[in-house]
Structures are given as structure tokens and as C-alpha cells.
């Protein structure tokens, strides 16, 4: 499995941010897809999670509205949209691998991700 997220970077509250994960190694639509983050000195954070054929999208309780996933399974490519930026969103964002073709938020320590993408929200 390979996991490789790109698209984040130093930007102003309330700019929009899309990031990118480009995954290999497995059969990418065979399997739900996974965005969680990792806020300075906290634990990791579920954002959202996509069915394996883009038909259901689970957002964290916090998180609808504002963030958007989406997946294009004739790239093998997952991406969140992230809008009205705040600084409170700062992480580094990571996409993560579900283990079957449904978005669970369980678990998500033991999910295979990338090397993460870093977010920085700050005027």
C-alpha cells in the first residue's frame, strides 16, 4: 500500500485548500477511502470517510460543511476540499485506508496512511 498526499501548505483563514492522495499497491476501488489529521501535540482526528464507489461520504461531527471528499477511482486518487479555513485547522492531514468498502471512523490508528500533507492556517 502506498499513500502519497500533496496540496497542503501556509494559508490565510478562510482561503479553501484541496488536497490530493494518490494511492498504488492495492486495488484502489475496492476499498473505502479515509482522511484523518493530526493537530500539533494531539492524537489523530477523523474528517471524513468515502465509499469505495463514491456513492456515501461520512463526515466527524465537526466537520460537515466545511469539508468536502470526493474520490476518482479512474486515477486512483482521493481528495478533500477544505473551505473557510480556520486555525484550529491546522494538522497535518493524512489519507488513510479503510479496511473494507464502507467509511467506518473506528479504528483509525491501525489504518494504513501516507506521510501526510501539513496544514497551516495563520494570518
Known amino acids: 500500500v502506498q499513500l502519497v498526499e500533496s496540496g497542503g501548505g501556509l494559508v490565510q483563514p478562510g482561503a479553501s485548500l484541496r488536497l490530493s492522495c494518490a494511492a498504488s499497491?492495492?486495488?484502489?476501488?475496492?476499498?473505502?477511502m479515509n482522511w484523518v489529521r493530526q493537530p500539533p501535540g494531539k492524537g489523530l482526528e477523523w474528517i471524513s470517510g468515502?465509499?469505495?464507489?463514491?456513492?456515501?461520504?461520512e463526515y466527524g461531527g465537526s466537520m460537515e460543511g466545511r469539508f468536502t471528499i470526493s474520490r476518482d477511482n479512474a486515477k486512483n486518487t482521493l481528495y478533500l476540499q477544505i473551505d473557510r479555513l480556520k486555525s484550529d485547522d491546522t494538522a497535518v492531514y493524512y489519507c488513510?485506508?479503510?479496511?473494507?468498502?464502507?467509511?467506518?471512523?473506528?479504528?483509525?490508528?491501525?489504518?494504513?496512511r501516507g506521510q501526510g500533507t501539513q496544514v497551516t492556517v495563520s494570518s
Open positions: 499497491g492495492f486495488t484502489f476501488d475496492d476499498y473505502a
Open positions: 488513510a485506508k479503510a479496511h473494507g468498502r464502507l467509511p467506518s471512523s473506528r479504528d483509525i490508528n491501525g489504518l494504513p
Open positions: 468515502i465509499s469505495w464507489n463514491g456513492g456515501r461520504a
